[in-house]
């Protein structure tokens, strides 16, 4: 499909994967010669796709803490609602149904002491009423660490999170969250 004649009028540059890496070699090329090596995409040029066999390395979960200052948080729905994702991709990667398991198997996290200064970070900044956890899921152990530490620090904010359903999720860690103020 990427070398039909008819599907590449439609496009410049696919990146296959994680876009992180790839978007920022696309930003700083200065040549066709460059666009045509820069790894995981296909780079269209007068109907000819280039692609290298080199795939780009997946950049690591390294953001800083998120920025809502400029946001005007009274005018969201939910009450002063921050969101924060701590990993990418999918921890079980299992799932022969999922496109997340189909089109990349890589998974990163946030290192535990990062995802708790970003938490720590965004209740002295703004003391949300809620936050939103961005993840496509996370395991067992994130939850109960997060929890932990959500209750031993005593804040009082709702949050949201997507998990998955498993053996290791067990009701004591479903309580835990609950106490650590977990909605959904």
């Not at 820069?38 to 950049?59: F, L, Q, R, W």
């Not at 990349?104 to 949300?128: H, Q």
Request: a neutral charge.
């Amino acid at each position: 499909l990427i070398t039909d004649k008819e599907f590449t009028r439609f496009f410049d540059v696919i990146v296959r994967g994680a876009g992180e890496v790839p978007l920022v070699d696309l930003l700083k090329a200065k040549s066709l010669e460059e666009l045509k090596m820069i790894p995981s995409t296909y780079v269209n040029i007068n109907g000819v796709v280039h692609s290298p066999e080199v795939k780009s390395v997946d950049a690591p979960i390294d953001n800083p803490t998120p920025d809502f200052s400029d946001l005007p948080m009274e005018k969201y729905i939910l009450p002063r609602p921050l969101s924060l994702q701590i990993t990418k991709g999918c921890y079980w990667n299992k799932c022969t149904f999922c496109v997340h398991t189909f089109a990349n198997k890589s998974y990163r996290k946030r290192t535990y002491e990062d995802y708790i200064r970003d938490i720590d970070t965004l209740v002295e900044k703004y003391n949300p009423m809620t936050i939103v956890f961005t993840d496509l899921s996370h395991s067992p152990k994130i939850l109960s660490d997060m929890s932990d530490w959500i209750i031993n620090k005593g804040y009082r904010f709702r949050w949201f999170v997507f998990v998955r359903f498993e053996d290791a999720l067990s009701f004591e860690i479903l309580e835990k969250m609950k106490k650590a103020g977990c909605e959904r």
